[in-house]
């Protein structure tokens, strides 16, 4: 099955500066990559996607790229603010046709230092 | 429905004691995972049901984890003989297969204590 590893587990950075968080997969059929957002206490929501027919994909101050050859994905916040500061999950499926079999990466606990 | 709904939200059992979880997916959805979440820890996969097809169990730690999809809409996560080790928030997850869209929406989860 599919394995996500991701990196860093945690990162802490100063309020407006720009945080990256990286994952890898390992199956090379897998085509959806979502990233989501949990605050504390709460459940994880979708923050932005990228399949695989697309390098970049842009939502304001958040950015993914891919790399389907070296299969790798990241996750760019920039002019990071407080309210950034959560876990981040990345994940990798086969969503488009194939099993929507969905796999974590274990989470990256963000700190924005006001 | 307006959302993934899991119940209970909290349950505290004592060790050995069996429990069922359940999750109601947004409706329509055909694919539904359970996921497990110790605390400060990531989203440990547990099972996946995808319409019909033989659910993919690869990610259940022991036998006595076990789940259901009835009529492929309503699932229940079963933990019998629970230990301390199973005390977790476990959530559970729907998302369509229709389409481009495959945002997987994810329920309140409910936080298992077992003393």
């Known amino acids: 099955g599919e394995n996500v590893e991701q990196h860093p587990s945690t990162l802490s950075v100063q309020e407006g500066d720009s945080a990256v968080i990286k994952c890898t997969y390992s199956?090379?059929?897998?085509?959806?990559f979502p990233w989501y957002k949990q605050e504390l206490g709460k459940r994880p929501q979708l923050i932005i996607d990228i399949r695989s027919n697309v390098g970049e994909k842009k939502d304001q101050r958040i950015a993914v790229t891919l790399n389907k050859t070296a299969k790798h994905f990241s996750l760019h916040i920039t002019e990071t603010q407080p309210e950034d500061s959560a876990v981040y999950f990345c994940?990798?499926?086969?969503?488009?046709?194939?099993?929507?079999?969905?796999?974590f990466g274990a989470g990256t606990r963000l700190t924005v230092k006001p | 429905g307006a959302g993934v709904s899991q119940s209970p939200s909290n349950k505290v059992t004592e060790k050995g004691k069996d429990v069922e979880l359940r999750c109601d997916p947004i409706?329509?959805?055909?694919?539904l995972y359970w996921y497990r979440q110790s605390l400060g820890q990531g989203l440990e996969f547990l099972i996946y049901?995808?319409?019909?097809?033989?659910?993919?169990k690869s990610g259940l730690p022991s036998d006595r984890f076990s789940a259901e999809r009835t009529g492929g809409s309503v699932s229940t996560l079963t933990i019998q003989r629970t230990q301390q080790e199973d005390s977790a928030v476990y959530l559970c997850a729907s998302s369509s297969r229709q389409g481009m869209n495959t945002e997987a929406f994810f329920g309140q989860g409910t936080r298992l204590t077992v003393v």
């Open positions: 199956d090379s059929a897998s085509n959806y």
């Open positions: 994940a990798a499926s086969k969503g488009m046709g194939g099993n929507n079999d969905m796999r």
């Open positions: 049901f995808q319409g019909n097809s033989a659910p993919d």
């Open positions: 409706s329509g959805h055909t694919a």
